[in-house]
């Protein structure tokens, strides 16, 4: 497989996740999404491993089967916003909800 993740955060009041996927591959990749989500973020403690945010807690998706094909090149990016966070050390990690195991982590300090 020939998709790069890469996960960044830039923090103000909140904190807002970048997920971008990069085909990197000379061939298209498909990937099949199962609903509406694409991807989550889950966000721990960087000592404890507590989870203590997931984006997608509390939020209702579409259940429909939909295909994305990425060209070599292209990219798939979404951004989430962890809304005012305690202070603290966190390693957030994000995981595309396709057929392909694709997932990004970053360090965060509030």
């Given at each position: 497989m020939?998709?790069?993740?890469?996960?960044?955060?830039?923090?103000?009041?909140?904190?807002?996740?970048?997920?971008?996927?990069?085909?990197?591959?000379?061939?298209?990749?498909?990937l099949?999404?199962?609903?509406?989500?694409?991807?989550?973020?889950?966000?721990?403690?960087?000592?404890?491993?507590?989870?203590?945010?997931?984006?997608?807690?509390?939020?209702?998706?579409?259940q429909?089967?939909?295909?994305?094909?990425?060209?070599?090149?292209?990219?798939?990016?979404?951004?989430?916003?962890?809304?005012?966070?305690?202070?603290?050390?966190?390693?957030?990690?994000?995981?595309?909800?396709?057929?392909?195991?694709?997932?990004?982590?970053?360090?965060?300090?509030?």
């Amino acid at each position: 497989m020939s998709l790069e993740p890469a996960l960044s955060a830039t923090i103000d009041r909140d904190v807002t996740f970048r997920l971008t996927v990069t085909n990197a591959g000379s061939t298209p990749v498909e990937l099949t999404f199962r609903d509406g989500r694409r991807a989550d973020i889950v966000v721990y403690g960087a000592t404890t491993d507590e989870e203590c945010w997931r984006w997608s807690d509390g939020k209702l998706f579409t259940q429909a089967i939909e295909r994305v094909t990425l060209a070599p090149g292209d990219q798939f990016e979404r951004e989430y916003v962890w809304s005012d966070p305690p202070s603290g050390e966190y390693v957030a990690v994000a995981a595309l909800t396709a057929d392909e195991d694709v997932t990004a982590r970053v360090a965060v300090t509030i």
